[in-house]
Structure formats: structure tokens, C-alpha cells
């Protein structure tokens, strides 16, 4: 574990170039900020305040500071940014901190803090979409596997392909105009919502999980399909195994071999889709977000690329690094535990 957490802070720190580089020269932020009618000296001073007045390598050096937990700042740098950490020396202070992702060209907001207000909408989002998608995933392809050759596995394995082959956007297109335009008197499911509403009459929020039907169901079919056929597959090779001829031989019940010994044993590779996909979900629900107005980070980052406000865009790209790897470490201490023969 301690070298993947070596290996995931290389990843990281190659995170960190790229969203640099790539974001380097895209527009003026300056001029993102002022508009066209802001005047010279106010320019300038936000040019100094954005370090954009420093060579390129001290740009980055400066900006992998922000962005790093582990850094040095000074006491008006601490002040000026607002950081929040634990910070040891006097003028100059090693900091261990809140990573500062700057603030958003168009609300002047810390980045971090409009991350983490939309990060519960699109938590709550890939999680039903991932307990959907696992819990009929398993149980399909569970079925499948142990009704080989029949009716019901020719269509969980035709209804699989078919949902691997549809996009998530166009996927999100067709569920909202069938169920939310054309069904909606039936169904009472809205086009577009979020995870709260508004009161008219107070102006108070309040939870409310209708309009995260749409949104799950969409987000659930492509990692559905591949569990689907994940599961039938490392099933079918585990049933053909002789301790589960054995168990068998010994009188056991078919519920019994099929979920206590041989699903146990074939869910490693379902385990890699889930963690995997978890992960895509929480870092890559832009499109679907997007199009049912479910306020989470995909909205956002979309929202921010059409007002040319990247650090909000760059927070988002490191963010979504960060859940990638979080999740892939997590996965490899759910090996253990469901299959003690992998080495962590």
C-alpha cells in the first residue's frame, strides 16, 4: 500500500503539469476578471496577485504550492488566501493545509468551496446510480450464468451489449424526453431538478430524492451492462471449478454453492467495474448532470467552460484525479477482504 500511495502521488503530481500546461495561454484571466473597461493599475495589481507578472516555471512552482497540502506560505499569503491548515515558523511557515485552488475568475469564490458545495449532489448521484447498477448487475448476471443457453441469458447478454453501446448524453436525451416530457403526467418524474427545491413562500431549502430517478437511472445503464456480463462471465469459470462440484457431491443446495461459494470467488473482476466505474461516475457525470440540471460538479465544470472560468475547470480535473485514486486504493483493500489469496 505504501508504494501504490508512492505511485498515486506521481500520478498526482503529473495531474498537476498537465492541467497547467494545458490551461497556459487560453484567454487573458485578467481580462476574464476586469472585463474590457477595467482600468491599467487595477490590471496590474490583479496580474501580481495571480503570480501571471513571474516566469512560466515560477508560475507553476507557485501554483503546485497552492494546490500541494504540504507547502510554505507567508503570513500575508496565509491572510490574503484565507488558508486553512496547520502552519509552524514565523515569517515563512510550513503549512499542512486545505489544498487552495484558487478563486473563480467569475464569482470570486474559492474554488475549493464551490467544489464542495456541489461535491454532495454528485456523491449522492454515483452512488444510486452504482447501487442500481450493482445490485441488478450481480443479480443478472448471476442468473445468467447459472441459466446458461436460455432465454433469459440471451437477453441479459443482448440487453449488456445494448448498454454498452449507448452513450450516457444520448442515453440522457431519450430518458428525459420519454419520461419526463411524454410520460410525465404518469410518472410525475420532472425533466430537470435537483437533490433540493426551493420553498416559494419562505425561500428555505428542502431535500427531495424524485428528481434523482432520472439522472441514476441514465447514469446506471453502461456500468450495469458490463457487471452484467463481468458477473455471468467469472461465474461461468467458477461453476466449472471442482470445489464447486464438490460442494454439490456433499449435498449442499444450489442457493447455497451459487451465493455463498461461488460468488464470493467471482467477485474480484466485479469489483474492479465497481470501483472503477464509482469513480468515472463521481469524476465524469458532466453530460447527464448537465442535461437534467442536477447540481453537482459535472453542472459545474461545464457551466465554468462556457465562461472561460478555468480555475474552477483546473480544481474540478484535480478533484476528479483525487476520487480516482482514493477509490483505486480502496479497491485494493476490498480484495483482501473478499479474496484473503491476493497479496495487497
Given at each position: 500500500?505504501?508504494?501504490?500511495?508512492?505511485?498515486?502521488?506521481?500520478?498526482?503530481?503529473?495531474?498537476?503539469?498537465?492541467?497547467?500546461?494545458?490551461?497556459?495561454?487560453?484567454?487573458?484571466?485578467?481580462?476574464?476578471?476586469?472585463?474590457?473597461?477595467?482600468?491599467?493599475?487595477?490590471?496590474?495589481?490583479?496580474?501580481?496577485?495571480?503570480?501571471?507578472?513571474?516566469?512560466?516555471?515560477?508560475?507553476?512552482?507557485?501554483?503546485?504550492?497552492?494546490?500541494?497540502?504540504?507547502?510554505?506560505?507567508s503570513?500575508?499569503?496565509?491572510?490574503?488566501?484565507?488558508?486553512?491548515?496547520?502552519?509552524?515558523?514565523?515569517?515563512?511557515?510550513?503549512?499542512?493545509?486545505?489544498?487552495?485552488?484558487?478563486?473563480?475568475?467569475?464569482t470570486?469564490?474559492?474554488?475549493?468551496?464551490?467544489?464542495?458545495?456541489?461535491?454532495?449532489?454528485?456523491?449522492l448521484?454515483?452512488?444510486?446510480?452504482?447501487?442500481?447498477?450493482?445490485?441488478v448487475?450481480?443479480?443478472?448476471?448471476?442468473?445468467?450464468a447459472?441459466?446458461?443457453?436460455?432465454?433469459?441469458?440471451?437477453?441479459?447478454?443482448?440487453?449488456?451489449?445494448?448498454?454498452i453501446?449507448?452513450?450516457?448524453?444520448?442515453?440522457?436525451?431519450?430518458?428525459?424526453?420519454?419520461?419526463?416530457?411524454?410520460?410525465?403526467?404518469?410518472?410525475?418524474?420532472?425533466?430537470?431538478?435537483?437533490?433540493?427545491?426551493?420553498?416559494?413562500?419562505?425561500?428555505?431549502?428542502?431535500?427531495?430524492?424524485?428528481?434523482?430517478?432520472?439522472?441514476?437511472?441514465?447514469?446506471?445503464?453502461?456500468?450495469?451492462?458490463?457487471?452484467?456480463?463481468?458477473?455471468?462471465?467469472?461465474?461461468?469459470?467458477?461453476?466449472?471449478?471442482?470445489?464447486i462440484?464438490?460442494?454439490?457431491?456433499?449435498?449442499?443446495?444450489?442457493?447455497?454453492?451459487?451465493?455463498?461459494?461461488?460468488?464470493?470467488?467471482?467477485?474480484?473482476?466485479?469489483?474492479?467495474?465497481?470501483?472503477?466505474?464509482?469513480?468515472?461516475?463521481?469524476?465524469?457525470?458532466?453530460?447527464?448532470?448537465?442535461?437534467?440540471?442536477?447540481?453537482?460538479?459535472?453542472?459545474?465544470?461545464?457551466?465554468?467552460?462556457e465562461?472561460?472560468?478555468?480555475?474552477?475547470?483546473?480544481g474540478?480535473?484535480?478533484?476528479?484525479?483525487?476520487?480516482?485514486?482514493?477509490?483505486?486504493?480502496?479497491?485494493?483493500?476490498?480484495?483482501?477482504?473478499?479474496?484473503?489469496r491476493?497479496?495487497?
Amino acid at each position: 500500500m505504501i508504494k501504490k500511495s508512492f505511485y498515486a502521488l506521481l500520478v498526482l503530481l503529473g495531474v498537476v503539469v498537465m492541467v497547467f500546461i494545458m490551461f497556459q495561454g487560453l484567454g487573458d484571466p485578467v481580462k476574464m476578471i476586469v472585463g474590457q473597461s477595467g482600468d491599467k493599475k487595477t490590471m496590474e495589481n490583479i496580474r501580481k496577485d495571480l503570480y501571471l507578472d513571474q516566469p512560466k516555471w515560477k508560475q507553476f512552482f507557485l501554483y503546485l504550492n497552492d494546490v500541494s497540502p504540504i507547502s510554505f506560505h507567508s503570513k500575508d499569503d496565509i491572510q490574503k488566501k484565507e488558508l486553512k491548515g496547520l502552519f509552524i515558523g514565523n515569517d515563512t511557515k510550513l503549512a499542512i493545509k486545505i489544498p487552495y485552488l484558487r478563486k473563480s475568475y467569475q464569482t470570486k469564490k474559492d474554488v475549493g468551496t464551490v467544489l464542495m458545495n456541489a461535491l454532495p449532489g454528485t456523491l449522492l448521484l454515483a452512488i444510486a446510480a452504482m447501487l442500481f447498477a450493482t445490485i441488478v448487475g450481480v443479480f443478472l448476471g448471476v442468473v445468467a450464468a447459472v441459466k446458461k443457453g436460455t432465454w433469459f441469458d440471451t437477453g441479459a447478454v443482448f440487453a449488456s451489449i445494448a448498454g454498452i453501446s449507448a452513450p450516457s448524453f444520448f442515453m440522457a436525451i431519450i430518458i428525459a424526453y420519454f419520461f419526463g416530457i411524454i410520460l410525465h403526467p404518469y410518472t410525475g418524474l420532472n425533466l430537470t431538478g435537483s437533490w433540493f427545491d426551493v420553498d416559494e413562500v419562505t425561500g428555505e431549502k428542502y431535500i427531495t430524492l424524485k428528481n434523482l430517478i432520472l439522472p441514476a437511472f441514465t447514469l446506471g445503464i453502461r456500468p450495469l451492462a458490463i457487471i452484467t456480463q463481468l458477473t455471468r462471465s467469472s461465474m461461468l469459470d467458477v461453476l466449472n471449478q471442482d470445489y464447486i462440484r464438490t460442494a454439490y457431491a456433499k449435498g449442499l443446495s444450489k442457493r447455497v454453492v451459487v451465493f455463498k461459494h461461488a460468488l464470493r470467488n467471482a467477485l474480484n473482476p466485479v469489483i474492479t467495474a465497481i470501483t472503477g466505474w464509482f469513480a468515472e461516475l463521481l469524476a465524469g457525470a458532466f453530460f447527464v448532470e448537465y442535461i437534467f440540471g442536477w447540481q453537482g460538479i459535472g453542472k459545474i465544470t461545464v457551466d465554468a467552460l462556457e465562461k472561460l472560468d478555468y480555475p474552477v475547470v483546473m480544481g474540478s480535473v484535480l478533484l476528479s484525479a483525487c476520487i480516482f485514486i482514493l477509490v483505486n486504493l480502496l479497491a485494493d483493500v476490498m480484495y483482501k477482504i473478499v479474496d484473503p489469496r491476493v497479496a495487497t
